[in-house]
């Protein structure tokens, strides 16, 4: 398959021409904005949709090499929409970890027919208002131990807050510590974490800080995003 032949107009393809038009059309400096504007946003968000195709249609490749059906796929109206969908979030970022997220949610909604509809929805809503600080983070709270121990840190502590060992794995979140409650608070929100931002400061025993702080819908999440395990 030839990505590149197979891109097509969109409704961002319209908004943009709509905008343009409209930016072409104030007086004097009407064509010098119009050009200014293809330059900075037409052609660069142009090659983000073909950047994305090509990822979508190397994942594919991928898949086609495995006893899934293909061209199954073109009848699979949930496949269809969660690539639309995440088509469309992936056009609004240049976040790697974003990115990957939604290739991976793609593939496992490809190849894993029990998923359900809506929460293929919520958890592609979910990558689209997240930055990848809450990946991570969430990331990190399933298994901190283990997090910890595959950069050769210990996780052996006596006592301390969450953000002891959150702070260990993520020294640059150390001056940042508005920011870190901020993202522990909207995943505990989501109901992806069983503890808030309190749970940083809160005094523990040593297992505790080291304890998994996922719920079952995080867990959940975490593997909708994971790559599935015949891609390792």
Partial sequence: MDVQDEIKATKGDLVHALTKGAVASIPILGNYLSETFDLLVSQ???????????????????LERTPIDI???AENELFLSSVLQATQIAMR???????????????????????NDSKVQMFLSFIDAFNEWHLRLLLFFDDPKSSLESKNL????????A??????????????????????NELYQKGLLNSDA?????M?????????????????????????DFFE
């Fill in 44 to 62: 660069p968000a142009e090659k983000r949709k073909e950047n994305i195709l090509v990822m979508l249609d190397e994942r594919l490749s991928v």
């Fill in 71 to 73: 061209t199954s796929l």
């Fill in 93 to 115: 970022t240049h976040q790697k970890e974003k990115l990957v997220a939604l290739l991976n949610s793609i593939t496992n909604v490809a190849t894993n027919n029990s998923l």
């Fill in 154 to 161: 210990s996780s052996d502590f006596y006592m301390g807050g």
């Fill in 163 to 184: 953000g002891t060992a959150l702070y260990s794995y993520y020294p640059e979140l150390n001056n940042q510590e508005e920011f870190t409650k901020q993202i522990m």
């Fill in 198 to 202: 309190g749970v940083l400061n809160t």
């Fill in 204 to 228: 523990m025993t040593g297992s505790g800080v080291v304890a998994s702080r996922t719920s079952r819908a995080g867990k959940e999440f975490l593997h909708f995003i994971s790559e599935p």
